[in-house]
């Protein structure tokens, strides 16, 4: 039995090694393989670029942020597998197109001046420079364009492309402008998840999400930090007397005023809040209690110079009365520097109105008109 087991494995080993010889591997079945293989991996690196996108629009509450750390991926990915230089997502189409955000290297010419070339293009169009190749892909939504993605490649790194790398590159942007697309649509969804429609500045919630992130900025860099409160004086009367149509009108010139003198030219970021009903905020990074003072001097009086029209017939004067308050050791939530800010705030109502006053716990400032 011993006998007959070792010559069964002897005859089974032999004739195994022998069938593994007759097995041939052409060079074009390696070349299929690996050509498979890159594929795989070309497909796996952009699906996790998508899924990367996708993971800041749901996580990420910041728009700004999101396009930043979207576009940095797909610069990555992009780079790494065809050495392009640059990206540029632009939101709209026809006459209305505007540049969101770009990353890496300065595009070679200006947009206003190659628009024509891919403006209401449904296919990937080509811009062609001595010194580089831009694609613009056209990004779409429910069969509509809402904008494009520009992709910019210099001209010696396309020389050294492989005969099918350009088509790759183009049906590679082809599928990320799925992801892409839902950035665009994902402005609006922010936007209105931020943004008080009537007034235009943002909410109460998105108000406490960025003050706890200023009072840490602050923290971490001794860096100073003023919250301003204000108050439309005598509202309800407003509404009372004219009407709560006449009351909206004067809540949203009073929140022009506002953003017309704290927002630069060209800022983006929110730091102006109506925080409820008649009542608004501002959030100063980096000024202390005197800059406050005279940002909220200078709202106060733009207001009380300004001619409120509610009506065809009836203009009314308006008046706003503010609380200041500044950051210290003892501000480490968002709550306590509001109680600070409120109790200034409704001292100044307390005392006539139309002023703006600076909470105790900083200093005694008063201007009163």
Request: net charge neutral; hydrophobic share 40%.
């Amino acid at each position: 039995g011993l006998f007959v087991l070792i010559e069964f494995s002897v005859y089974f080993t032999f004739n195994a090694f022998d069938q593994r010889r007759k097995v041939e591997i052409s060079p074009d079945s390696i070349d299929s393989l690996l050509k498979r293989i890159y594929e795989k991996d070309e497909m796996i690196n952009r699906l996790s670029a998508e899924r990367e996108i996708i993971l800041q629009l749901s996580s990420e509450q910041d728009y700004q942020n999101i396009l930043e750390k979207s576009l940095g991926v797909l610069l990555d990915l992009l780079k790494e597998e065809y050495g392009v230089a640059s990206v540029v997502l632009l939101k709209g189409t026809g006459n209305n197109i505007h540049y969101l955000k770009g990353l890496g290297e300065p595009l070679p010419f200006q947009l206003d001046e190659r628009m024509s070339y891919f403006v209401d293009s449904t296919r990937i169009t080509e811009v062609a420079d001595p010194s580089s190749l831009t694609l613009v892909v056209p990004l779409a939504s429910d069969r509509q364009i809402i904008g494009y993605f520009l992709v910019m490649v210099r001209s010696e790194r396309i020389k050294s492309f492989k005969a099918d790398n350009f088509d790759k590159l183009k049906l590679q942007l082809v599928e990320l402008s799925k992801a892409l697309s839902l950035i665009l649509k994902a402005e609006g969804l922010y936007i209105e998840s931020i943004e008080d429609p009537l007034t235009g500045l943002a909410t109460k919630r998105y108000f406490f999400k960025q003050l706890g992130d200023y009072i840490g900025l602050a923290k971490r860099h001794g860096a100073k930090l003023c919250l301003v409160m204000a108050d439309i004086d005598n509202f309800k009367k407003i509404n009372d007397t004219y009407g709560h149509l006449a009351g909206d009108i004067v809540l949203k010139t009073v929140a022009e005023i506002f953003k017309k003198n704290i927002m630069r030219r060209g800022d983006i970021a929110y730091n102006a809040y109506r925080y409820g009903g008649e009542e608004l905020a501002i959030v100063l990074p980096r000024t202390g209690v005197q800059g406050a003072f005279k940002v909220a001097e200078k709202i106060r009086k733009a207001i009380e110079n300004m001619e409120f029209v509610v009506t065809d017939k009836v203009k009314i004067a308006v008046t706003c009365s503010f609380g200041i308050a500044e950051n210290d050791d003892e501000c480490d939530a968002p709550e306590i520097l509001i109680k600070r800010a409120d109790t200034a705030l409704y001292e100044a109502k307390n005392s006539g109105k139309n002023m703006v006053l600076v909470s105790r716990k900083n200093q005694t400032l008063r201007q009163q008109a």
